[in-house]
T-cell receptor, first 114, second 115 residues
Framework: GQQLNQSPQSMFIQEGEDVSMNCTSSSIFNTWLWYKQDPGEGPVLLIALYKAGELTSNGRLTAQFGITRKDSFLNISASIPSDVGIYFCAGQLRSGGGADGLTFGKGTHLIIQP | ETGVTQTPRHLVMGMTNKKSLKCEQHLGHNAMYWYKQSAKKPLELMFVYNFKEQTENNSVPSRFSPECPNSSHLFLHLHTLQPEDSALYLC??????????????FGEGSWLTVV
């Protein structure tokens, strides 16, 4: 099946620093999504990307859908303490005859040191 | 508040118990999903319902039994579970499960502990 490689697994950064994480796939996806999950909560959608090459921002967050459709990155600028959490990428491929869920990366655990 | 509500948030059950997880979405979506999230593993898709019809069962053991009475409600019936089934179970919904460009929204999850 499809696999997503998300990196880095964890990041320890200082408050105010910029953050960059990415996902690569062995398969092509038609949609890339980025989620953030706080401890004990469900993932919350941050950014959705639907078109190869698309660059989308949501406040301090910017994500891009790779041209090859096999990768995506998420950048966070000027990190703040509430950015702490686990960030997941997810890819979705429309199948020919049925329903699809999402394929998730293993997550990037972001830890911010004041 | 994501528009997808799960109850209970926490559940502890014995291996011989029967319990159910409930999910309700207020987004007018037609597709609903169950995912399992275990420690140090990617989110695993369990079941997909599209317009109340089950369209995917991702090789889930029969001790997990989904039910979708309408497009807004989804249940996961649990019986004779094993300790390794302890995990966070996430419900999600989307407009439709059969087209791309289709954003999935998650509930807050139900923490299940099997003792």
């Amino acid at each position: 099946g499809q696999q997503l490689n998300q990196s880095p697994q964890s990041m320890f950064i200082q408050e105010g620093e910029d953050v960059s994480m990415n996902c690569t796939s062995s398969s092509i996806f038609n949609t890339w999504l980025w989620y953030k999950q706080d401890p004990g909560e469900g993932p919350v959608l941050l950014i959705a990307l639907y078109k190869a090459g698309e660059l989308t921002s949501n406040g301090r967050l910017t994500a891009q859908f790779g041209i090859t459709r096999k990768d995506s990155f998420l950048n966070i600028s000027a990190s703040i303490p509430s950015d702490v959490g686990i960030y997941f990428c997810a890819g979705q491929l429309r199948s020919g005859g049925g329903a699809d869920g999402l394929t998730f990366g293993k997550g990037t655990h972001l830890i911010i040191q004041p | 508040e994501t528009g997808v509500t799960q109850t209970p948030r926490h559940l502890v059950m014995g291996m011989t118990n029967k319990k159910s997880l409930k999910c309700e979405q207020h987004l007018g979506h037609n597709a609903m999903y169950w995912y399992k999230q275990s420690a140090k593993k990617p989110l695993e898709l369990m079941f997909v319902y599209n317009f109340k019809e089950q369209t995917e069962n991702n090789s889930v053991p029969s001790r997990f039994s989904p039910e979708c009475p309408n497009s807004s409600h989804l249940f996961l019936h649990l019986h004779t579970l094993q300790p390794e089934d302890s995990a966070l179970y996430l419900c999600a919904s989307s407009q439709s499960a059969s087209s791309s460009g289709n954003t999935i929204y998650f509930g807050e999850g139900s923490w299940l502990t099997v003792v």
